[in-house]
């Protein structure tokens, strides 16, 4: 049985304010509903080492949803996280914030991390899987033009893969596009398989 239609007697949902992942699941065929906004500070210490960050901030939103799960729930969470010579990129604060951010990625490689929480009444799991992406060497009007032009301020690492600085700045990645994105699609459908 496919996934699409073992999920049929389940209620997917999905507890994310991504446009991004939302665009991600409707793709995969995958039916869900986009859970109230709720508060959830994502906070992690600083002694963590920066390939968790990803996991323990899903699952710190998972815990933090307000409201019961019904008996046949599955609740999703996620968080990306971009990492740079050892350094956690969340979304920027501002443009100058930004602005340096991407100029800590150019002309190097870096990881991208995303951590997915899936919990029901029985039982919770977490997995992260990771991406590694390469910029080639962006002059400053560039990064400038980009942080202008469009909006990478909701976005780890201050940039979205499938916009403009994706198709002209990056060189190479090795795992998954759509974790890069905030998604990795095919972990995801695999581990749904098993927990529902």
Not at 66 to 73: A, F, H, I, T
Request: net charge negative; charged share 25%; glycine share 6%.
């Amino acid at each position: 049985m496919l996934l699409h239609e073992k999920l049929k007697n389940w209620k997917l949902i999905l507890a994310s304010q991504s446009p991004r992942r939302r665009q991600l699941l409707q793709d995969a065929g995958l039916e869900f509903q986009l859970a109230p906004r709720f508060e959830c500070e994502e906070a992690f210490p600083d002694t963590m080492p920066a390939e968790q960050v990803a996991e323990y901030l899903s699952h710190l939103k998972s815990e933090a949803y307000p409201y019961e799960l019904g008996e046949k729930d599955v609740l999703l969470t996620a968080d990306t996280v971009v990492v740079a010579s050892g350094r956690v990129l969340g979304k920027p604060a501002n443009r100058e914030d930004a602005i340096e951010m991407i100029g800590l990625l150019s002309g190097r490689e870096h990881e991208v991390i995303t951590g997915v929480t899936l919990r029901k009444r029985q039982a919770t799991m977490s997995f992260s899987a990771l991406s590694k992406v390469r910029f080639r060497e962006l002059r400053a009007e560039e990064i400038e033009y980009y942080v202008d032009t469009y909006s990478p301020m909701d976005k780890a690492g201050a940039y979205g893969i499938q916009e403009w600085i994706g198709y002209v700045g990056i060189e190479s990645i090795e795992g998954s596009f759509y974790n890069v994105m905030g998604l990795p699609v095919q972990r995801l459908y695999c581990e749904l398989e098993k927990f529902v």
